[in-house]
């Protein structure tokens, strides 16, 4: 399946350790990257369509599986699709690739939607869903 979206970004030297290697936690912070700028592509403005709708999400998994490093000053691309969508869930997949076409990390989220009066998991909103479901209809077409 293909990624529908992908988001341009340069390694900060702050993102880096001694080596001058990409810490290896900042891909979870590439991957919040990505997909705030995919919601946003997808027309989804958390404060408007979350927030004063009375619900939220939050990370109930995350996985990266590393292949090659990235280093400070790279270009890289954080490429995103909708994954599996369930009642209150749903995923995203990322792939983490050098401007040069080097696959350099596959990760992947699970958003869990939350009711925020209760903290608890609630069905995501229609609006969303329909969202995530075209979304994911279009991940096997490239853009």
């Known amino acids: ?5 992908a988001y341009r ?14 810490y290896y936690g900042n891909y979870l912070l ?7 700028a995919y919601l946003r592509e997808l027309g989804v403005l958390y404060e408007r369509d979350l ?24 270009e890289y691309d954080i490429k995103v699709r909708v994954g599996e969508i369930r009642h209150s869930s749903w995923g995203f997949d990322y792939a983490i690739d050098r401007a040069d076409g080097t696959h350099c ?3 992947s989220t699970i958003q869990v939607m939350l ?3 209760t903290g608890r998991a609630t069905r995501i909103p229609a609006e ?16």
Request: charged share 30%; aromatic share 10%.
């Open 9 to 22: 970004q340069r390694v900060r030297f702050g993102e880096t350790d001694l080596q001058g290697v990409v």
């Open 128 to 143: 969303l869903r329909a969202t995530l479901v075209t979304a994911r209809g279009r991940a096997g077409r490239p853009r």
């Open 105 to 107: 990390a596959d990760a």
């Open 30 to 36: 590439f991957a919040e990257v990505g997909r705030v």
């Open 51 to 74: 927030l004063a709708r009375g619900v939220d999400f939050t990370i109930g998994e995350a996985r990266v599986r590393y292949h090659a490093p990235l280093r400070f000053d790279d």
């Open 115 to 117: 009711d925020r009066s």
């Open 1 to 5: 399946m293909d990624f529908p979206f």
